[in-house]
Structure formats: structure tokens, C-alpha cells
């Protein structure tokens, strides 16, 4: 079992800042990548960016030069800094990774339940 618990959501003015973790954990052999989606009322979920394990990141045009991805391969854990926040950032964040299974061959795509960021105006 895999479990992707992310923690950080929360209310922030436009203009500011925000920081989100997301912790990996159970029978976990090794991470390849990781990285954040979004989904905002009403519409589908998008790609915020992802890191490879070796720290090449990709973001989204929406999110460069405000949002920072980086991970610690160690601790099993992914971070999102979200800085110049706009009202249109407001969405469920939800932590992604391709890990393979303690026993497995073949590496699987597992999510975090996400966390709720609310940017008011």
C-alpha cells in the first residue's frame, strides 16, 4: 500500500505566498517522478509541473516564474512554493508520483486526496 498525504493548503491575499508538501509513504521502492495537479471548481484537472528524480523540473505556462517544484529523494517528499498568487491559482492541489511497488516490476501512478488553496482577491 501507498499512501500520498499532502498538507499546506489554506486562504492567502492575492500576492502572496504558499508552500505545499506531499509525503510518500508505504511499501515504496524507489520514486521516479513527482509532481502537482490542480483542479479548480468546474473544470478538469491540470498539470502544475513535475520533478524527475534527479531534480529536472516542467511546469505548466500559467505557474512559471511563480511556482518552484522541488522534492527531497530522501524524505520521500515533494514540495510546491507558490509565490505571486492569483485568484485564478485557487484550486484542490493534488500531489502526483510514479514510484515503483515494493515487489513490482512495473512502476504505478498513485494521488494525493488534495489540499484546498483559496486565493482572494
Known amino acids: 500500500q501507498v499512501q500520498l498525504v499532502e498538507s499546506g493548503g489554506g486562504l492567502v491575499q492575492a500576492g502572496g505566498s504558499l508552500g505545499l508538501s506531499c509525503l510518500a509513504s508505504?511499501?515504496?521502492?524507489?520514486?521516479?517522478?513527482m509532481g502537482w495537479f490542480r483542479q479548480a471548481p468546474g473544470k478538469q484537472r491540470e498539470l502544475v509541473g513535475t520533478i524527475t528524480r534527479g531534480g529536472n523540473t516542467n511546469y505548466a505556462d500559467s505557474v512559471k516564474g511563480r511556482f518552484t517544484i522541488s522534492r527531497d529523494n530522501a524524505k520521500n517528499t515533494v514540495y510546491l512554493q507558490m509565490n505571486s498568487l492569483k485568484p485564478e491559482d485557487t484550486a484542490s492541489y493534488y500531489c502526483?508520483?510514479?514510484?515503483?511497488?515494493?515487489?513490482?516490476?512495473?512502476?504505478?501512478?498513485?494521488w494525493g486526496k488534495g489540499t484546498l488553496v483559496t486565493v482572494s482577491s
Open positions: 502526483y508520483t510514479n514510484l515503483f511497488r515494493l515487489g513490482s516490476s512495473r512502476p504505478m501512478d498513485y
Open positions: 508505504g511499501s515504496i521502492l524507489s520514486i521516479n517522478a
